[in-house]
């Protein structure tokens, strides 16, 4: 099993910047690949950025989030991490950590980011 925690939500500006971060504890070695999913209300889930387990960590971003956000590892804290810069409002949502194992799906409870003057 894999356990994912995730913190750094909360409220900013339109322009600022957040740090999230995912505690992943458990089966480390079963993840192949990391990514943020996050929910506006009233909206569905949508992907905002994924990165691979294998050691050239390649990364995937969503349209909306490309040039602003950044997703990266930390193999020594066992961390994901979401850089967010440049916020909008439109990326106020609640952001989960998700995590694709080589048997199943983890999720952590998910962390609040609101964007807003």
């Known amino acids: 099993q894999v356990q994912l925690v995730e913190s750094g939500g909360g409220l900013v500006q339109p322009g600022g910047s957040l740090r999230l971060a995912c505690a992943v504890s458990g089966s480390i070695y079963s993840i192949v690949r990391m990514g943020w999913y996050r929910r506006a209300p009233g909206k569905q889930r949508e992907l905002v950025a994924t990165?691979?387990?294998?050691?050239?960590?390649?990364?995937y971003y969503s349209d909306s989030v490309k040039g602003r956000f950044t997703i990266s590892r930390d193999n020594a804290k066992n961390t994901v991490n979401l850089q967010m810069n440049s916020l909008k409002p439109e990326d106020t949502a609640v952001y989960s950590c998700?995590?694709?194992?080589?048997?199943?799906?983890?999720w952590g409870q998910g962390t609040q980011v609101t964007v807003s003057s």
């Open positions: 990165i691979s387990s294998s050691g050239n960590s390649i990364t």
């Open positions: 998700n995590a694709n194992l080589l048997s199943g799906v983890a």
